[in-house]
């Protein structure tokens, strides 16, 4: 083995070794980042969550109904108002974009799909079921009865001007110019 392949080897080993090192640490750091999750939840339903004390006469229990009753509107309550907060704080984000898009000059445009419709279809999509759109647009044109004028008589006449060259070249057609002057 050759110098360049011993360092080639070398960098191999000291490449995987220090993978696996970082993920045992990584493996560490997962294990005490669970700890310290589970800590903080056994925190928080021992602060919020007193243990239950189950009454034994039933004017207790009634109490203890109306304290969790309360307890549940004052939490539906919040949830409500942080859901209100979420959704302003949402919209106020949807305006800020859309200044900064009318600011900069650009305008996001919408993807828009290829849509093969009829004019009759479209009407009706954009007018509902209730009307009845019928787009003939030929029907709704002139008659023209178009006129012959002296011109286009002549043209077609004269029919095609290959034919006429053809029929003039050659001897037979100078044959024919001649028999047709006399």
């Known amino acids: 083995p050759s110098l360049l392949q011993k360092r080639n080897r070398a960098i191999t080993a000291r490449r995987q070794h220090l993978k696996s090192v970082m993920l045992q640490i990584a493996a560490t750091e997962l294990e005490k980042e669970e700890g310290r999750r589970e800590a903080e939840k056994q925190n928080y339903l021992a602060e919020h969550c007193p243990p239950l004390h189950i009454p034994s006469s039933m004017s207790e229990v009634q109490e203890l109904c109306k304290q969790l ?92 001007w290959r034919k006429n060259i053809e029929e003039k070249s050659g001897m037979e057609g100078r044959k024919k110019m001649f028999e047709s002057e006399s």
């Open 69 to 160: 009753h309360a307890k549940i509107d004052a939490a539906e309550e919040e949830k409500y108002d942080m859901e209100v907060k979420v959704q302003k704080s949402g919209k106020e984000l949807e305006d800020m974009n859309q200044k900064l898009f009318d600011l900069r000059g650009k305008f996001k445009r919408p993807p828009l799909r290829r849509v093969r419709m009829s004019a009759d279809a479209m009407l009706k999509a954009l007018l509902g079921s209730k009307h009845k759109v019928c787009m003939d647009l030929r029907a709704n044109l002139k008659q023209v009865k178009k006129e012959d004028t002296e011109k286009e008589r002549d043209l077609r006449d004269v029919g095609d």
